[in-house]
């Protein structure tokens, strides 16, 4: 075999992700690598817990990070709080809403779904009326932002109703965390996941997730086991608590943690406010730039994601040629539409490290010059 | 909070794992990241194909990595082999062995369970009589090599007797691929599952996998969905496969597979059998040195594992504290016993890049010094 040693290019990611890496948190994940069990390592966890808390602004004991990406982080709130039998409604208004509905439906759940259009957010009357209909519902799950149509839903809302008719929430944060507020315990969240390759701009591969309580007390109360031993929190609990001697469950991707240590250390220091400013500045900026290109942002104003925009494709333009164009001569990656987006818009992202004056400049220098050659 | 920037020591690694890990491979991890549906790294995917092949000697082209560690790999063999109903003869003689009856159940599959003493081989005749009583049975599990205990199994064998009863096999690689001879086309073996962090010395958080014709054939003709939507292989087919457009199912550890892809090579080009003979020729020096020092392998030299090595912990000495004592003092970790091996014994590892000279000679100084003073 003619193989040699991989040397990837500096690109800039300003796709759905994974998001740019800052050089202080590549350079982190290339420490030496220590045991997964080694005090010190166990430590680095506690500190990781204390630094998700604060990015999820939650109290919750129950805060840690999944060992594998944020498809996973959703699996596991879906298994460990799904019985079978159990009614979850479920809200669907892009790629990662239909995704849920799957876990429910793999999880042996009775799903009832509430379904918008790809491009707006989760309709909260529609949800009043179907949990009015379904009293026996047991949890209501929802996408926080959809990364397939850059739509923020509004979490606060749809929370405080699910409470209303005694359900916990299972919420999808993997765009939203670090970008736009998410505020756990503020908004009684029950249980929450997350990607580490969006906003948070660490290595892609682990799901930070968080469970309230009640989404604890549902799990330590089960009738049935969780089908999934990788992704059972009544284990995962064993090593990951500080309460107890840790007992060996996998073993921990050491340096991917070292990285998210990094992110979570840089995000505390920056601030979650002056991050989420950060995101709506470079959106704002991004914004305007398109517009004066002659573009048109998707989504509307009142629900629209700073961090991921939905740029309609224009008329007549050869939309996977312009993205080659700017990967091979900008170094430039945006992302392509997603399930009903494919092919008629372009999703750009201004995630965590990515979200710079650079990056917005550079974005809408290359984009005016190869949309002028085409 | 008061959390600084995280800077491990330089320990050297020899337990059970993770392994330690090649400068080349640790700077291959910190190069800038690029997109996981970027043309170079689609490119790269299939490098990392080839060498996966080489690695369990296979032609199979369902050979990849999934994007989480050993434990996953374990339960994506599981989640898509087993049906509700399907009878599964699962061999225990260790830690691993009791977490694939963990799978069995969980998938709703029929367990019937071989089981030998913590520290031997899987009976070979007590399998033969299992499958003749079981005609029914539709797969064999077992762990080739027993992370818990240091036993090989005879993967060979057992393969062949599965095929006389017409049953899959469902062999765990973790600790032995790269270490000692895995043969999956020349063996038969029909799902087989590693670890990235053993024997190959890639960080952890990755589980090559490989499934033959046969296994494809099952999960592709199933009657039931995948209870896993994440590790669901007739979606994640679509990402890895080099047929036909890559599709996206979730955002793969970008840069944990650079590691990979560096740690293959690696091996690659030291060679298979040179890597084998490496791990034999370490262990013989291991062995020599600890039993001049009075202590005992607790594994029969014919099923012993030459990468992982259980030593009895002499009468009257406090296990855990020489075990802080080599942390410590030498920056050395070595493991402590598993399961009914807990207090009993030690586990030192001599595993893919740890397989060194220098290694030995300093665990087996270290350990004298430390001995000597208690």
New interface residues.
């Given amino acids: 075999?003619d193989?040699?040693?991989?040397?990837?290019?500096?690109?800039i990611?300003m796709?759905p992700?994974?998001s740019?890496?800052s050089p202080?948190v590549?350079?982190?994940?290339?420490?030496?690598?220590?045991?997964?069990l080694?005090?010190?390592?166990v430590n680095?966890m506690d500190?990781i817990k204390?630094?998700l808390q604060?990015a999820f602004q939650t109290q919750n004991a129950h805060t840690f990070a999944v060992?594998?990406?944020?498809?996973?982080g959703?699996?596991t709130c879906f298994?460990n709080l799904v019985e079978p039998g159990d009614k979850v409604v479920v809200c669907i208004n892009g790629v990662f809403g239909q995704?849920m509905l799957?876990?429910v439906?793999?999880?042996g759940g009775v799903p009832v779904v509430v379904e918008d259009s790809w491009g707006e957010a989760v309709s909260i009357e529609k949800v009043s009326q179907t949990l009015e209909q379904h009293p026996d519902a047991k949890i209501l799950a929802f996408v926080h932002a959809e990364t397939s149509t850059g739509v923020a839903s509004d979490a606060q809302a749809l929370c405080a109703l699910a409470k209303q008719h005694n359900c916990l929430t299972i919420v999808d944060a993997v765009t939203s965390l670090g970008g736009i507020p998410v505020k756990v315990d503020e908004w009684g969240i029950d249980a929450i996941y997350s990607?580490s390759?969006k906003c948070l701009s660490c290595?892609?591969?682990l799901s930070p997730v968080s469970f309230s309580q009640a989404a604890v007390s549902k799990l330590t109360s089960r009738n049935s086991?969780?089908?999934?031993?990788?992704l059972d929190q009544s284990l995962v609990m064993g090593y990951w608590s500080g309460e107890q001697k840790r007992s060996?469950?996998?073993?921990?991707?050491?340096?991917?943690l070292?990285?998210l240590?990094?992110s979570l250390?840089a995000l505390?220091k920056e601030g979650l406010e002056q991050s989420w400013q950060r995101h709506a500045d470079m959106h704002s900026q991004l914004a305007d730039g398109l517009t004066e290109l002659g573009l048109d942002l998707m989504v509307d104003q009142s629900c629209r994601l700073p961090q991921l925009n939905l740029v309609a494709i224009p008329n007549g333009v050869d939309e996977a040629a312009i993205r080659a164009k700017l990967?091979n001569n900008y170094n430039l990656?945006i992302g392509a539409g997603?399930g009903q987006f494919a092919g008629k818009a372009w999703r750009i992202g201004l995630m965590g490290y990515a979200a710079r004056k650079e990056n917005v400049s550079l974005c809408l220098a290359a984009l005016a010059e190869v949309l002028g050659e085409s």
Same sequence: chains 1, 2.
């Fill in positions: 075999m193989i040699s040693s991989f040397n990837p290019p500096r690109r990611l796709g992700g994974p740019d890496i202080q590549l350079q982190a994940q290339s420490r030496p690598i220590i045991g997964h080694d005090p010190l390592f680095m500190e204390a630094l604060y060992s594998a990406p944020g498809s996973a959703m699996e298994v995704r799957e876990n439906e793999r999880c990607g390759q290595v892609p591969g086991k969780v089908q999934s031993w990788f060996y469950h996998h073993t921990a991707p050491v340096t991917a070292y990285a240590h990094e250390l505390y990967l990656e997603l």
